[in-house]
């Protein structure tokens, strides 16, 4: 069986038709997620953008060992499981951070192919024609290259730009398009590493004005990382606007991938996965970015569900579609794809098959579901069981205790209430947490987590 794997930055569960968004235009994603394996609570494990890639390819938990590093070379890695097995392995990328030259995150792919230009990447650059993108006031801080934000270099970089097929979208996934075509009689893994819909979000205003017509202020292009209180009501509308854009122009690119995949006559033998890395707040808990990076702000920026709440769905020839209620994580992408290609996994993977959930065998999967970041030896750790979300340290060192289910913004504190709830949680971390020590998977069983 073929593999695809399709990864756009930054897509929040939310922001999608077939999770219930009637505002939001997915077309081509809501006919896929039609066909796929939906599942419904995928939440990060390792945040944010190298960890989760950590997670991905070596199907372990890296928050607790280390923060945002290259691949450790000892460790065992996907792409190399897979090209060692016989499968011709290819990686096609816009995301910067990937392809820095000691980050190691082309191990295993024979082909590799980094496009680039995205966000701060200045391969090339255009000094004499720097120009303010947006308000300096309104966008990240840091870093700022000569004094210009990352939004001002990326339209500097970029803006020979006439037509939806320059954006990176429609780049990258046309060379995955491409690259079938050249590939398709060798049994394949094709890892496609999209960065939109990460900001800057600068899709063609078309695709803007369909979520804010008649907005004439200033384009607000790329998040502060602060609060957003600094934006009037119609700017904040206007960047999520952007933001949507990206996600619709997003849908019509990996749509016309598939489409390539039916032409060609791959369809009833290759799976296909799409998923994320993180979401990204828009203005919900007074914040836009994914992090805190602004000056003033004593918050601490917890991995809350428009960050943290991720899609993944999943299309396997001969396997019914269907929404899965159980927890999953990205390290549990690793073993799912070895089993489904027929190849041995290697020993200590903390991730967990997903096949049998998506042979309809299995409802659960992990009883938790625990997010981290790595900070000084010490995560910021989120901990879910299907209807609550915990978090130890909340934005102001304090617990705080959501029920998802009946308070989905997380805007009611339950932590005061419900100590007992908090406890059960917390015993489920510190068993979650004895079971990877030890060397087990991690919500396998043989520590009683409730």
Avoid at 21 to 31: E, K, S, V
Avoid at 47 to 56: A, S
Avoid at 163 to 168: G, S
Avoid at 355 to 366: D, F, N, Q, S, T
């Amino acid at each position: 069986m073929n593999i695809v794997v399709v990864v756009s930055d930054t897509f929040r569960y939310d922001y999608c038709g077939w999770n219930g968004n009637g505002w939001i235009h997915t077309p081509d994603l809501d006919r896929f997620a039609a066909q796929a394996v939906a599942f419904d609570r995928h939440y990060v494990s390792s945040f944010p953008t190298i960890p989760t890639r950590t997670d991905w390819f070596t199907g372990r938990f890296s928050f607790p060992r280390h923060g945002w590093r290259a691949l450790d070379p000892a460790v065992p890695v996907l792409a190399a499981c897979m090209r060692d097995a016989g499968y011709l392995t290819q990686l096609i990328v816009d995301n910067p951070h990937m392809m820095r030259a000691t980050n190691h995150f082309d191990r295993g792919f024979e082909g590799a192919c980094w496009l680039r230009g995205q966000e701060g990447d200045t391969y090339l650059t255009r000094f004499n024609r720097l120009e303010r993108a947006m308000p300096p006031e309104k966008t990240r801080r840091s870093p700022q290259p000569r004094g210009y934000s990352l939004v001002d270099i990326h339209r500097t970089t970029n803006r020979d730009w006439a037509w939806e097929e320059d954006r990176f979208a429609a780049r990258t996934l046309r060379t995955a398009s491409r690259w079938l075509e050249e590939n398709y009689k060798a049994p394949f893994f094709l890892w496609v590493d999209c960065f939109d819909v990460h900001e800057p979000w600068d899709p063609p205003e078309y695709w803007v004005e369909r979520y804010d017509p008649g907005y004439a202020g200033a384009a607000m292009l790329h998040p502060n990382y602060g609060p957003a209180d600094i934006y009037s009501p119609a700017e904040l509308a206007n960047l999520r606007a952007h933001y949507a854009g990206e996600v619709s122009m997003m849908s019509r690119w990996f749509g016309r991938l598939l489409q390539k995949l039916e032409d060609i006559g791959l369809e009833e033998r290759t799976a296909v996965v799409f998923t994320s890395d993180h979401g990204m707040f828009l203005g919900e808990h007074n914040r836009t970015g994914k992090s805190n990076l602004w000056e003033g702000d004593p918050r601490r920026w917890v991995l809350y569900e428009e960050v943290a709440h991720i899609p993944l769905l999943l299309r396997v020839p001969g396997m019914a579609a269907r929404r899965v209620p159980g927890l999953v994580q990205p390290p549990d992408l690793m073993p799912t794809l070895l089993e489904l290609a027929g190849v041995p996994a290697p020993p200590d993977l903390e991730g967990r098959s997903l096949v049998p959930l998506l042979r309809g065998e299995e409802r659960g999967h992990r009883p938790l579901a625990v997010s981290g970041i790595h900070r000084r030896g010490e995560p910021l750790l989120a901990v879910r069981d299907g209807r609550y979300a915990y978090y130890p340290q909340g934005d102001r060192d304090q617990p705080e205790l959501y029920d998802v289910d009946a308070d989905p913004g997380e805007g009611h504190n339950l932590a005061a209430e419900r100590p007992a709830e908090c406890e059960r949680l917390a015993a489920g971390l510190r068993g979650w947490e004895a079971e990877r020590a030890a060397g087990r998977q991690p919500g396998a069983g043989g520590v009683d987590w409730r």
